[in-house]
């Protein structure tokens, strides 16, 4: 079975820019989270989304979107790039039903404000 | 709402050592109870969980944990590492029903030879 696949893995942007970042589930979960690593911060919660709805949202700006479609694959965006935006993003998977909170994680998405 | 503290940013050990990192967490419900680790330029992979039954735990390669409802904790353990070892490690809890787990600030184990 497939593990948690996200696109890019890593990329460089200036600030200012937008950034769109891609994540594929595992086959047949239906949740997609998405986490913001840094070494100050540690992991934070972004947003959820469960069957195209976004079901839980942290605390981050409004420059922070995402949306899942019909086949469970989730983008988020980035918009407005600031440096402090320079992280590790991370996406998890689960079957989003009867949850135990149990998650699979993707290798991340690093990215790079100058 | 639930919170989980690691205590120790960091520990360092000798290989062969034994080794215990420590995770509370605050919660008034029942919870499930999470260890994942991290390696370098990697995501996070679950290590082991504790969803209900015996408190003890063990993962696949040597560790385990054992929850503790009275003290709130559920401390991490291998009695001898391996440089292979060397990685961050993540406390999570999650509260009966709830999607999303809280995390913790991680615990960065450093193996020297």
């Known amino acids: 079975k497939a593990g948690v696949t996200q696109t890019p893995r890593y990329l460089i942007k200036t600030r200012g820019q937008q950034v769109t970042l891609s994540c594929s589930p595992i086959?047949?979960?239906?949740?997609v989270s998405w986490y913001q690593q840094t070494p100050g911060q540690g992991l934070q919660f972004l947003f959820e989304y469960f069957s195209e709805t976004q079901r839980n949202k942290g605390n981050f700006p409004g420059r922070f979107s995402g949306r899942q479609f019909s086949n469970s694959r989730s983008e988020m965006n980035v918009s407005t790039l600031e440096l402090g935006d320079s992280a590790l993003y991370l996406c998890?998977?689960?079957?989003?039903?009867?949850?135990?909170?149990?998650?699979?994680f993707g290798e991340g998405s690093r990215l790079t404000v100058l | 709402a639930q919170s989980v503290t690691q205590l120790d940013s960091q520990v360092p050990v000798f290989e062969e050592a034994p080794v215990e990192l420590r995770c509370n967490y605050s919660s008034s419900v029942s919870v499930y109870l999470f260890w994942y680790v991290q390696y370098p330029n990697q995501g996070l992979q679950l290590l082991l969980k504790?969803?209900?039954?015996?408190?003890l735990v063990e993962s696949i390669n040597g560790f385990e944990a054992e929850f503790n409802k009275s003290q709130t904790s559920f401390h991490l353990r291998k009695p001898s590492v391996h440089i292979s070892d060397t990685a961050e490690y993540f406390c999570?809890?999650?509260?009966?029903?709830?999607?999303?787990?809280?995390f913790g600030r991680g615990t960065s184990l450093i193996v020297h030879p």
């Open positions: 086959s047949g979960h239906r949740s």
């Open positions: 999570a809890v999650s509260e009966g029903g709830s999607y999303i787990p809280t």
């Open positions: 998890a998977s689960s079957l989003g039903r009867a949850s135990t909170g149990e998650l699979f």
């Open positions: 504790y969803l209900s039954g015996s408190t």
